[in-house]
């Protein structure tokens, strides 16, 4: 969903997106489709994938209680990282 003030993304930035909708959750490694969340809105290279629990469920969403995250002693720039390691990886 796009909101109203934000610029649609750019050609290699719907690229980008779809590369991280196909990987697996980065907290939960739920097999993708994944949702992408971006780190800051419209930073779409700053993006992660999560399943739609860890993205905005109540309780384990980055959008809710986070108790996933806490789990797995994940905060959003090790999600970044964990995500960026992965897609340079060649097993992807």
Known sequence: ???K???PPTK???SHIERIKEMSCIICEEHGPSECHELEQGLWFASIPLCADC???SLNGIHGQKRMWG???M???KALAA???RL???ER
Do not use: A
């Open 1 to 3: 969903m796009q909101s």
């Open 5 to 7: 003030n934000k610029k």
């Open 12 to 14: 290699e930035e719907k």
């Open 55 to 57: 993205h905005r469920g």
């Open 71 to 73: 789990i797995k002693k």
């Open 75 to 77: 905060d959003e720039l």
């Open 83 to 85: 995500t960026v390691q």
């Open 88 to 90: 340079m990886s060649p």
